[in-house]
């Protein structure tokens, strides 16, 4: 869903945010004793940035062009969030997680546009490409 943004919309993003991250806890939460048997813990976080000012953030930041909110899963283990190594073998090491867009605002034309997003398919996908690491 779409829309030029006003001040008056601000409830509805933070209502769809609210309600995202429930929906993707929900699904992800499907996965914790699958991940269990490998030692390993899911946790779920809310972020937010906005890419033209370069912050990241774990509160809420300023609607405005360049904001968007997203959910981020990780896989820790003994606390610390678990790593494997990039299939290019030169060495590198990623963490193995997850990150979905929830919503976004940017500029086009002369109209700020809010963008909610609902698409809760890939996330088993991407859950079993993290199993599939493991």
């Known amino acids: 869903m779409n829309f030029v943004y006003s001040p008056e919309k601000d409830e509805a993003i933070i209502e769809h945010e609210n309600k995202m991250i429930e929906v993707y806890t929900q699904i992800i939460k499907s996965y ?40 981020y899963c990780y896989v820790e283990r003994d606390g610390k969030v678990v790593q494997f190594e990039d299939e290019d073998e030169d ?11 929830i919503s976004s605002i940017t500029r086009f034309f ?15 996908d991407e859950m079993n490409s993290l ?3 493991l």
């Open 110 to 124: 002369f109209h700020l546009n809010v963008y909610l997003y609902e698409d809760k398919g890939g996330v088993n």
């Open 32 to 71: 914790a004793e699958t991940f269990n048997q490998y030692g390993c813990t899911l946790k779920v976080e809310l972020g937010w940035s906005n890419h033209l000012k370069d912050d990241n953030s774990s509160q809420r930041l300023p609607f405005e062009n360049g904001y968007s909110c997203y959910i």
């Open 91 to 101: 060495g590198d090491y990623n963490e193995l997680s997850a990150c979905w867009s």
């Open 131 to 133: 199993l599939a690491i």
